[in-house]
């Protein structure tokens, strides 16, 4: 099945699973190890342990550091240069390659991470998907989460569910999770303020080359004063131990530089347009 079509199946499929009932704790588990598997088989994926490796233990220390549920992590890098990340329910995280080798330091990517497990602490894709299951909106749920909905046969599917709706959920989500992931890095031991570098480097990053950050800020809405927003909360906050955070160590360099000399990701018209 050609790639398009099958990211369309991809999103009508898991929309239909997503909007089937109410979600609890297990049901929210089910649906991301449902999705996750789906994901998996649709999307390429790192498959260098060493490179997996890092980005497992980085998120597991920033998850587990805040996670008061216990629940089965699991980080995955995407196999494609365009910049963006995203979780789905339960606990499964994901950050493309080209996200890796644009950061310049391990808070950075620690930043990324917390954002996307700040998402899953606060149950925002379950909020959604309980609001807006009696609203056929599912399949753009789908589509924001993932941002597979960007290749022409799948962009079918979430005009269908009304984007605008889902929009408006996510814009005050991100808010949420930024303020999260400041609290989530640093009681991990990272410097918060790479939250706030890497999403300049987003920004800039659009003014240079909209193509590689199209799907970051479809799913994940972001101006200047967004930055400013999370300037302040992390100024507010400080480690109650007085610890000194993390802004950089020579692991990530070591980990950044062998993923960049993986062999380059695949080049086809879904590359452009996964998560």
């Not at 991809?10 to 979600?23: D, E, K, Y």
């Not at 569910?161 to 609290?183: C, K, N």
């Not at 890497?198 to 080359?209: P, V």
């Amino acid at each position: 099945m050609p790639n398009t079509a099958r990211a369309a199946v991809l999103v009508v499929g898991i929309a239909m699973a997503m909007v089937a009932c109410t979600v609890g704790d297990e049901q929210e588990k089910a649906l991301g190890q449902e999705a996750a598997a789906q994901i998996d088989s649709a999307v390429p994926m790192i498959a260098d342990d060493a490179a997996n490796s890092y980005v497992t233990n980085l998120g597991t220390a920033l998850a587990t550091a805040s996670d008061d549920r216990n629940r089965d992590w699991r980080f995955r890098i995407v196999d494609a240069e365009v910049l963006n990340a995203f979780a789905l329910p339960g606990g499964f995280v994901y950050v493309n390659r080209g996200l890796i080798e644009r950061a310049t330091s391990s808070s950075e990517l620690a930043g990324v991470l917390g954002h996307e497990i700040g998402h899953v602490l606060l149950r925002h894709s379950a909020e959604r998907i309980e609001k807006q299951q009696k609203t056929n909106v599912g399949v753009s749920v789908v589509c924001g989460l993932t941002n597979i909905c960007s290749s022409e046969a799948a962009r079918v599917a979430i005009d269908v569910g009304g984007a605008a709706l889902f929009a408006r959920f996510s814009r005050r989500d991100e808010l949420e999770a930024d303020s999260a992931a400041v609290g989530i890095v640093s009681r991990a031991g990272y410097d918060p303020q790479g939250i706030a570098t890497m999403f300049a480097k987003l920004l800039e990053t659009r003014d240079q080359r909209p193509d590689m950050v199209e799907g970051w800020f479809a799913s994940h809405p972001m101006e200047e004063d967004r930055i400013a927003a999370v300037v302040r909360v992390i100024r507010s906050s400080s480690p109650a131990d007085g610890r000194k955070l993390v802004r950089d160590d020579p692991t990530f360099h070591e980990f950044q530089a062998r993923v960049r000399q993986l062999p380059p990701p695949p080049r086809t018209p879904a590359n452009a347009t996964v998560p």
